[in-house]
């Protein structure tokens, strides 16, 4: 009995392997053979921001990461954003608490998760900050992408609340959020945060966009 049991697992073992390493590692945008991951051009073709808050501008490869993490949850594109933005912060003071900005349940049921508590939670193991659940999104929203600044704003306008028993008084925080169009769902973000108290928020994300 014992034996067949190492047999089968010996078997399995070697079989994992074999689908491993038969299968071609390629460039998550181009499909170009390469490491795991994004290749270096497609890396290079990202086009920059200078600000501390934003890695990049929506467009390209770095808007098509984001679109499979965040809308085919793939969560190898998760990764690679993930190792982007902790560039931004990887001097940041321990002082700092890493937290999100809130989906409504709506959207949470159909995308399955927050990609922004996902890249909070990885960024908090990976640099050692803490990390904590501070906005719940208490009131359902349109979707910002079909309206104007104005629009936006108004859209958003006290749908986010501080969660129970969450004290945030006196503290520092890293606001996560993907991607900045206008700003008005940061900024109403940062309004809460301070309204209950936090001393101090820093804003990072991963893309800025325009209209
Ligand atoms: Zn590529």
Redesign the pocket.
Known sequence: MGRRIFKLLDYLKESVLQILFSYPST??????E?EEG??K??LRSIKLCTEDEYYGYYKG?LKELIHLFKFKKDFLAGEILVDMLETKISNISKEYILTYIPIGKKSKKTRGFNQCEYIAKLLSKRLDLNYMETLIKSKETKTQKELSKNERRENIKDSFSIRDKCDIKGKKFILIDDVVTTGATIEEGIKILKENGAKKIKILTIAKSRI
């Open positions: 460039c998550i945008i181009c499909q170009e390469e994004i290749c051009s497609c490869a």
